[in-house]
């Protein structure tokens, strides 16, 4: 009898820890799953800032078990850790053309936006190569890096980058309130197959577009790069490379 009385309190302060135990992941549960706050400090002292990110509150359903509760509970915590930062709020980009050696016309090669892109005020228009710059990375190694994921053939471009030497312009701006800088390279492919090459190729993201200097007149760009890509234009018109005056 006193051995059975011994067993059942010694059951009892089983239960009760396992009790606590589990008010404990509970309570735990709760906190994660009223706000995760993510704080991520940008590098490189050009700029700092913490970005807040409010986790969706979800209702989880009661557990059948303190191990089920375990895994949920190593589940949220993974969920909590510090997002790792990998973009900047840098660019790189590239504007990629050909001036055909026998009549002298100019082409430019773009990216066209798919029709459910988002923000969807920019679905279908036109976008230079190229795209934000990592944490660590030089705007040169940033953009050759984007263009290796966007195009097979993008050795051809980074050939002609080196070739023109062109930096057409380095555009300071806010992105999300932070200051940021938009790198943006001329990137000529001077040999008529290289061109023929790069232009049937698939790109990786969206869709590749060819369009003459005419045709750029009337496009429609994305994240502001019309003005540029249409001065861009206007410089290899009046160059002594084409034949559209000014020679």
């Known amino acids: 009898m006193e051995e059975t009385i011994a067993e059942d309190a010694e059951r009892v302060d089983e239960l009760d820890k396992e009790l606590e135990s589990t008010k404990e992941l509970d309570s735990i549960e709760r906190k994660l799953d009223d706000k995760v706050e993510y704080d991520s400090e940008l590098s490189e002292n050009r700029y700092a800032k913490s970005s ?11 557990k059948k078990s303190s191990g089920s509760k ?11 850790k510090v997002r790792e930062v990998h973009d900047s709020h840098d660019g790189a980009h590239a504007i990629i053309y050909h001036i055909d050696p026998e009549t002298g016309k100019i082409y430019f090669a773009f ?5 459910d892109y988002q923000p969807s005020e920019y679905a279908g228009t036109l976008s230079l190569y190229g795209g934000s710059i990592k944490i660590g990375e030089s705007p040169n190694d940033g953009l050759a890096r984007e263009l ?3 195009d097979p053939a993008y050795k051809i471009v980074i050939k002609a980058l080196n070739e023109t030497k062109w930096k057409v312009a380095e555009v300071p701006k ?15 492919i001077k040999d008529q197959n290289e061109w023929s090459k790069y232009k049937s190729s698939k790109s990786l993201e969206g869709d590749k577009s060819i369009k003459s200097l005419e ?6 760009f994305a994240f502001g790069f019309g ?4 001065q861009v234009g206007i410089v290899l018109a ?10």
């Open 52 to 62: 807040a990110y409010k986790k969706s509150e979800t209702k989880s359903e009661s």
């Open 70 to 80: 375990e895994r949920n509970l190593e589940k949220k915590v993974k969920e909590a």
């Open 148 to 150: 290796e994921e966007e």
């Open 227 to 230: 003005p540029i890509v249409k």
């Open 215 to 220: 045709e750029i007149a009337g496009s429609n």
């Open 174 to 188: 806010y992105a999300d309130g932070v200051p940021s800088r938009t790198y943006i390279w001329a990137a000529e």
């Open 238 to 247: 009046n160059s002594k490379y084409s034949n559209y005056g000014y020679n």
């Open 111 to 115: 990216e066209k936006k798919p029709a």
